[in-house]
Nanobody
Framework: QVQLVESGGGDVQAGGSLRLSCAASGTIFSLHDMGWYRQAPGKQRDLVAGIDSSGSTNYPDSMQGRFTISRDNAKNTVYLQMNSLKSEDTAVYYC??????????????WGQGTQVTVSS
C-alpha cells in the first residue's frame, strides 16, 4: 500500500508564498512521474506542475513563472513552491504520483489534498 501525504497548505495574503510538500510512503520500489494538481470549488481538477524521475519539469502555460516544482528522490518527496500568490490560486492542491511497487507494477496514486486560501 502507498500513501501520499500533502502538507504546507494554509491561508496567505495575496502576494505571499507557500511551499507545499508531498511525501510518499509504503511499498515503494521507485517513484516515476509526480505532479501537483488543483481544484477550485465548482471547477475541474487541473495540472499545476509535473516532474519526472530525472527532474525534468513541465508546467501549463498559465502556470509559468510563479510556481516551481521540485523533488527529493531520497526522501520520496515532491515540493511545490508558490510565489506571488493571487486570490485565483485558492483551491485544494493534490499530489499525484506514478508509483512502482516491489512487484514492479506501476500504479497511480492521489494524495488527500491540502487547502490553499489566498485572501486579497
Amino acid at each position: 500500500q502507498v500513501q501520499l501525504v500533502e502538507s504546507g497548505g494554509g491561508d496567505v495574503q495575496a502576494g505571499g508564498s507557500l511551499r507545499l510538500s508531498c511525501a510518499a510512503s509504503g511499498t515503494i520500489f521507485s517513484l516515476h512521474d509526480m505532479g501537483w494538481y488543483r481544484q477550485a470549488p465548482g471547477k475541474q481538477r487541473d495540472l499545476v506542475a509535473g516532474i519526472d524521475s530525472s527532474g525534468s519539469t513541465n508546467y501549463p502555460d498559465s502556470m509559468q513563472g510563479r510556481f516551481t516544482i521540485s523533488r527529493d528522490n531520497a526522501k520520496n518527496t515532491v515540493y511545490l513552491q508558490m510565489n506571488s500568490l493571487k486570490s485565483e490560486d485558492t483551491a485544494v492542491y493534490y499530489c499525484n504520483a506514478d508509483v512502482e511497487d516491489w512487484t514492479r507494477r506501476v500504479r497511480n496514486y492521489w494524495g488527500q489534498g491540502t487547502q490553499v486560501t489566498v485572501s486579497s
